[in-house]
């Protein structure tokens, strides 16, 4: 059975930082794409960043770029979002994605197949 549980989210005020992580088990995702997305009450569900397979080539949205830093350890299975100088415009539940076919990095929701259950990133004013 394949699964992607991220860990690392909670409360935090702004300006501040948290890394979330995301361990895959079930097979390795270490010759595909991963991702982070994110959902914020009543929005929804935005691309935040991706890293290719080998972590060579990474993307970020416009609203994080140079505040988040996406990585990936494939000894390990397991991905990273560093999150620093958080806002509360931030705040959402924080999702990693997998894909089945792609090396490269991905935007779009649609080209990743494996999706973990989410975990909660709050930052207060």
């Known amino acids: 059975q394949v699964q992607l549980v991220e860990s690392g989210g909670g409360l935090v005020q702004a300006g501040g930082s948290l890394r979330l992580s995301c361990a895959a088990s079930g097979r390795t995702f270490s010759n595909v794409a991963m991702g982070w997305f994110r959902q914020a009450p009543g929005k929804e569900r935005e691309f935040v960043a991706t890293i290719s397979w080998n972590g060579g080539t990474t993307d970020y949205a416009d609203s994080v770029k140079g505040r988040f830093t996406i990585s990936r350890d494939n000894a390990k299975n397991t991905m990273y979002l560093q999150m620093n100088s958080l806002t509360p415009e931030d705040t959402a539940i924080y999702y990693c994605?997998?894909?089945?076919?792609?090396?490269?990095?991905?935007?779009?929701?649609?080209?990743?197949?494996?999706w973990g259950q989410g975990t909660q990133v709050t930052v207060s004013s």
């Open positions: 994605a997998a894909s089945d076919r792609f090396y490269g990095g991905r935007t779009y929701s649609r080209d990743y197949r494996y």
